[in-house]
């Protein structure tokens, strides 16, 4: 076993903002063993991952899996042992089992061994998160003495509570913060993480490094963006967002403490770019780490379908997209040219197939039965309860997976058929807005993202753009027919779904009472639809699954 020579006056620490695959234990311990040689090559003394990257985060219920734990063990012995060739140490993130139950831990590796352990001691129980279901609390940390430099390692929801970790490494000689992190995005995230981070720095005094996770797990999308801070609350470097990417940072000693010496700061996306980019991502390690080989959905010729069908070819290339154009009876020559100017757009591939037969079909099947009823609802479900029976053929035939495409607004309301349009594995789209998915694609029609596989230029048609959006299953429908116009169904929404709000609050931004009874009417009774719902990119602080849960059984009504 080699010994590791003690920093003097600098530290050189790599911030590994890398996609781990939650389970995939031997995968990921290549990667961070890659990420290691790569630090090494580029003079690092110490190498942070983020939190519990060995199993990927968020494990969920995989660790209640002894098997599972000791797989996970054995994988922070093996990157223990490659640290006695002198190069780097490692602080690394992996669940564990302890003498009185599971820990959410990090290691700190270097010189063969593991050179300290940490447990979590703050666990978050809110929205996406539900960490005391499976771990259990750890004790008040110390800091770690890594070649002669006294180093706090904080986990994630540590720093955003006062419950006095930051504080207590100050207390007992902690000299610089590295905090490995498991932050999944939504809208406005990267100001939120740096307001927690500059109270930490304040009532400390000391330089924090913010390291966190980037890739899709589920709905959630890891943005990575890590970062820090200097003593002095100075901004000491920003990396990249939805990237990955290791950077070496240089830190020197000085009286006043750590400061980094050397810096790069990238430019944070604005809203839509950072949102779009959001569903590319997710949208792209869902597909992929489920390994299917290619996507299929119907493409009618409408806003959503266009987007979620420009997400998927900037996300797997054209050649892994089919579109299927699938008409009825209603179906306007304008969303026929549509369809197939964005198909053509994007260089995916494109089929026409009616739907007038099995359509036919199955209501001359129901004739007898609904003999004497009047056409209506039944038979507009019909439509497209068939388009979503031929996508899903179409999926069993070749094993595409089929990309479901309807909006939040939509969802909130229960504007979706059940084994129809909501049939599908995943849904890039889900918690946007009517009105944030037109925001989006005419964002996309200006930019082609970083790393994008599709085509520049419009590839949302214009026409499509600037239409009336509508089901069309009936003549001359439009769903403002029925729904309040978007930007005030959206506005009412936010207010019920994001924010909480009380009616009367909601009437007092200048709303009618009658609608915003109407829509919180329907948002409750939606809720049995939405449970059957396909998992979803999270854009919103509260989206609908693991943000929102709410009683499918509910006879409360805000009538105040």
């Given at each position: 076993?080699?010994?590791?020579?003690?920093?003097?006056?600098?530290?050189?620490?790599?911030?590994?903002?890398?996609n781990p695959t939650v389970g995939d234990i031997a995968g990921n311990l290549a990667r961070a063993r890659a990420a290691r040689q790569d630090a090494a090559s580029q003079g690092a003394d110490?190498?942070?991952?983020?939190?519990?990257?060995?199993?990927?985060?968020?494990?969920?219920?995989?660790?209640?899996?002894?098997?599972?734990?000791?797989?996970?063990l054995a994988a922070v012995e093996q990157l223990a042992a490659d640290t006695a060739d002198g190069g780097p140490g490692v602080i690394i993130g992996f669940p564990r089992q302890?003498?009185?139950?599971?820990?959410?831990?990090?290691?700190?590796?270097?010189?063969?061994?593991?050179?300290?352990?940490?447990?979590k001691v703050d666990l978050p129980n809110y929205g996406e998160f539900d960490e005391k279901r499976v771990f259990i609390e750890g004790e008040m940390p110390g800091p770690v003495n890594f070649r002669g430099v006294r180093i706090g390692v904080?986990?994630?929801?540590e720093i955003w509570n006062d419950l006095g970790v930051c504080e207590t490494l100050a207390e007992t000689g902690a000299e610089i913060l590295l905090v490995p992190n498991g932050s999944p995005y939504y809208r406005g995230k990267v100001d939120v993480r740096h307001q927690v981070v500059l109270r930490q720095v304040i009532e400390t005094g000391l330089p924090l490094i913010y390291a966190n996770q980037v890739g899709g797990q589920d709905e959630l999308v890891f943005d990575g963006a890590s970062f820090a801070f200097n003593g002095d609350k100075s901004l000491a470097f920003q990396m990249s967002q939805f990237e990955e990417t290791l950077s070496v940072s240089t830190w020197k000693r000085t009286e006043d403490g750590w400061r980094c010496r050397e810096s790069a700061v990238s430019k944070i996306p604005d809203q839509e770019e950072a949102d779009y980019r959001a569903c590319v991502l997710g949208f792209k390690d869902y597909v992929n780490k489920n390994s299917f080989k290619s996507v299929v959905l119907g493409l009618s010729g409408g806003i959503?379908?266009?987007?979620?069908?420009?997400?998927?070819?900037?996300?797997?290339?054209?050649e892994r997209v089919r579109t299927i154009m699938l008409p009825y009876h209603y179906t306007s020559e304008e969303s026929f040219a549509d369809a197939a100017a964005c198909a053509k757009?994007?260089?995916?591939?494109?089929?026409?197939?009616?739907?007038?037969?099995?359509v036919q079909g199955f209501l001359s099947a129901l004739a007898d039965m609904f003999e004497g009823t009047e056409s209506g609802i039944t038979e507009e479900n019909l439509q497209s309860r068939t388009r979503g029976t031929i996508l899903m053929a179409v999926s069993n035939k070749f094993g595409s997976?089929?990309?479901?495409?309807?909006?939040?607004?939509?969802?909130?309301?229960?504007?979706?058929?059940?084994?129809?349009?909501?049939?599908?594995?995943?849904n890039p789209i889900k918690d946007l807005y009517k009105m944030q998915v037109y925001a989006l694609s005419a964002w996309r029609n200006q930019h082609v993202p970083p790393g994008a596989l599709g085509p520049s230029g419009e590839v949302i048609p214009a026409n499509i753009l600037s239409k009336a959006p509508s089901a069309e299953l009936r003549p001359n429908q439009t769903d403002q027919d029925s729904l309040p116009p978007y930007p005030v169904l959206d506005d009412i929404l936010e207010c019920l779904v994001e924010k909480e709000m009380a009616v009367e609050d909601i009437v007092g931004r200048g709303h009618d009472i009658a609608v915003v009874h109407r829509v919180e009417h329907?948002?409750?009774?939606?809720?049995?639809?939405?449970?059957?719902?396909?998992?979803?990119?999270?854009?919103?602080?509260?989206?609908f699954g693991r943000d929102r849960r709410y009683p499918i059984t509910n006879r409360f009504r805000d009538r105040a």
């Open positions: 076993m080699s010994e590791t020579k003690k920093i003097s006056d600098v530290l050189r620490v790599a911030i590994a903002q890398l110490l190498v942070l991952f983020t939190e519990l990257f060995l199993s990927g985060y968020p494990p969920e219920d995989l660790v209640l899996k002894p098997a599972f734990l000791k797989a996970c302890g003498e009185k139950g599971r820990h959410n831990s990090v290691a700190v590796l270097d010189a063969g061994r593991i050179l300290a352990l940490r447990d904080p986990i994630c929801e959503d379908s266009a987007l979620c069908a420009a997400i998927a070819v900037d996300a797997l290339g054209e757009a994007l260089g995916c591939h494109y089929d026409t197939v009616p739907i007038i037969e099995p997976m089929v990309v479901t495409t309807g909006n939040k607004s939509e969802m909130s309301v229960g504007y979706a058929t059940l084994y129809g349009d909501m049939n599908g594995g995943f329907l948002l409750y009774l939606a809720e049995y639809k939405r449970r059957q719902s396909a998992p979803g990119v999270k854009i919103t602080k509260k989206n």
